[in-house]
Nanobody, 114 residues
């Protein structure tokens, strides 16, 4: 059974950086596109960035130029490098594997203080 485990969240001051990781268990990691989402308190979950099996990336406008999504298929791990963090980036961040069905991680909390 495929499982995803996020890590790397925490408390950081505005302007700081964090690197999130999403470790996948099970087989076939390299063949699926993956994504990062976030959900702030009282708000809907929103897409942050995606990465294809071949490494093509897409970003939400609100993170372009600040966040970088990447993957290491040899390590079955996806990353989200977050720079120039803002208080409005505070949310629980989830990774997703675009398999059938989609698999979600449990999330990791990012808090950005002003």
């Amino acid at each position: 059974q495929v499982q995803l485990v996020e890590s790397g969240g925490g408390l950081v001051q505005a302007g700081g950086s964090l690197r999130l990781s999403c470790a996948a268990s099970g087989r076939g990691f390299s063949i699926n596109a993956m994504g990062w989402y976030r959900q702030a308190p009282g708000k809907q979950r929103e897409l942050v960035a995606t990465i294809s099996s071949g490494g093509n990336t897409n970003y939400a406008d609100f993170v372009k130029g600040r966040f970088t999504i990447s993957r290491d298929n040899a390590k079955n791990t996806m990353y989200l490098q977050m720079n120039s963090l803002k208080p409005e980036d505070t949310a629980k961040y989830y990774c997703a594997r675009y398999s059938s069905p989609i698999v979600w991680g449990q999330g990791t909390l990012v808090t950005v203080s002003s």
